[in-house]
């Protein structure tokens, strides 16, 4: 007696379609992966870029209105805050800017600096505008404050 028993199994050309197949699913999934990466990378740096600038205005702002004395010294590149009992200063670098101890990561394509209006190169101030670069999305900042009659005295 013979017996024929037959073993299910896959063929040899089915086993090589289904790692075809596999390994385009998988090369899919991990492009996609990097895609996603990607994006998430984008906007860690957009949000951290939006908060070193948030911080610096709210640092401006606080400054300008805390402060009676600004100026603004061409040659060193340094906005000075003073009053009879403290003095702040910002010292403006190509790619970031310094606070005595802090330092906002912005780079600047340019600053105007006003005083009643008019546009000044150093001195005394009452407003700052900053642009920044195209890596923070060319976002302008203007900070102004109220003259009192101290900014007029001696």
Do not use: C, P
Request: charged residues 20%; aromatic residues 12%.
């Amino acid at each position: 007696m013979k017996y024929n028993k037959k073993i299910n199994a896959f063929t040899l050309s089915e086993m090589i379609v289904v790692l075809i197949l596999t390994t385009i699913v998988v090369g899919l999934a991990f492009s996609v992966l990097t895609l996603v990466q990607n994006h998430i990378n984008s906007i860690q740096n957009n949000f951290n870029n939006t908060t070193q600038f948030n911080k610096l205005e709210q640092s401006l702002t606080l400054d300008f209105n805390r402060f009676s004395k600004i100026e603004f010294n061409e040659l060193e590149d340094k906005l000075l805050f003073s009053n009879e009992i403290e003095t702040k200063a910002y010292m403006f670098k190509d790619s970031f800017i310094v606070k005595d101890i802090d330092t906002f990561y912005i780079s600047i394509n340019k600053k105007a600096l006003y005083f009643e209006g008019s546009l000044k190169q150093s001195g005394t101030l009452d407003a700052i505008k900053i642009e920044t670069s195209k890596a923070f999305q060319n976002k302008n900042l203007f900070v102004f404050k109220k003259n009192d009659a101290t900014q007029f005295m001696n």
